[in-house]
């Protein structure tokens, strides 16, 4: 007698199609939440305008940034120069695109330098505490003790003046307020019931850690870059203001702060223009990340 083979169980199929559902669910009420939260969808829509804008900023200058143009110097906003021209004649509009593109990259850059640093100093300080909660703490406590903007000055002294030794100052000047945040979060997680689930089936600390903390710490780490991406614009321009960050004659925000110091009173479209374009990029990121906190939340808030 022979006997017909049972069919293979479904369940596998059965949990990667609730897991999708799942994921689907979650992604609609994230939409929903952002359709409803009219201040994040105008922080998400500059965001995009100054990421555009940062990528295709060479395209969209009308003049070269850096020519001078001596018989236009000084030229107030008009249909051949938009935003006005500087002491050298040089097309202000061009300049402000293109130090855009200048304090996107330094802000980008330097939070994911901070972040590749901290988040695994914060795991290991909040997860195994002791010995290493110790060293941590007392090492973001010292470089706490000076404000953002001091420590990344100070930074930018010592490594130099240049807009890579600026994005590695400011970088590293929001190190600690990283370090702080994961381990807050790793010291919340590691007590929940599903992390002592994963240690009592004899899952490794690598494990718990990158696949049952970290990607629960996600949406507040993902908040705290949309807060670290702005603070980062203002301290490049700081830094350039300062002459520690982009060196003249490239263009940057700060550096068009600097250069419209002389001129505040005849010119004041020279510092107008860049000083704007800084407020409005940092409304724009604190927006967006008031937003992802709203939608992020599961206790489904929206403001």
């Known amino acids: 007698m022979t006997v017909a083979p049972s069919p293979a169980p479904a369940v596998p199929t059965a949990r990667v199609r609730a897991g999708t559902l799942v994921r689907q669910g979650r992604f609609a009420v994230a939409l929903r939440r952002l359709r409803r939260n009219r201040l994040a969808l105008v922080g998400a829509v500059l965001t995009a305008v100054f990421v555009l804008v940062a990528v ?39 300049r402000v695109l293109v130090g855009v593109t200048a304090s996107m990259q330094v802000g980008v850059v330097a939070v994911l330098l901070a972040f590749v640093v901290a ?16 060293v941590v703490s007392r090492l973001t406590d010292t470089m706490l003790a000076f404000p953002f903007l001091v420590l990344a000055v100070g930074l930018a002294a010592v ?29 919340r997680l590691k007590h929940l019931d599903y992390v002592g689930a994963a240690v009592a089936n004899g899952a490794g600390d690598g494990v718990i850690l990158f696949r049952h903390i970290l990607p629960n710490a996600t949406s507040t780490l993902i908040v705290q870059a949309t807060v670290g991406i702005p603070a ?41 223009f860049p000083g704007l374009v800084i407020v409005l990029a940092t409304l724009a990121f604190n927006l967006l990340g008031d937003g992802i906190r709203d939608i992020l939340d599961p206790r489904g808030g929206t403001r």
């Open 56 to 94: 295709a900023a060479p395209l969209l200058a009308p003049y070269d940034p850096a020519r001078p143009d001596f018989d236009a110097a000084l030229t107030a906003p008009g249909w051949s120069h938009w935003l006005g021209t500087d002491d050298l004649g040089r097309d202000q509009l061009s």
């Open 119 to 134: 988040v695994p100093l914060g795991l290991l300080a909040g997860y195994y505490g002791r010995f290493a909660d110790t």
């Open 159 to 187: 490594l130099g003046p240049s807009l890579q030794n600026a994005t590695i100052a400011i970088g590293i000047s929001q190190i600690p307020g990283i370090v702080r945040i994961t381990r807050a979060e790793t010291l």
């Open 232 to 272: 980062a614009i203002i301290g490049e321009a700081v830094l350039s203001f300062l002459g520690l960050g982009v060196q003249p004659p490239s263009p940057s925000l700060g550096v068009m702060l600097s250069s419209a110091q002389p001129f505040i009173a005849d010119a004041p479209w020279m510092a107008v």
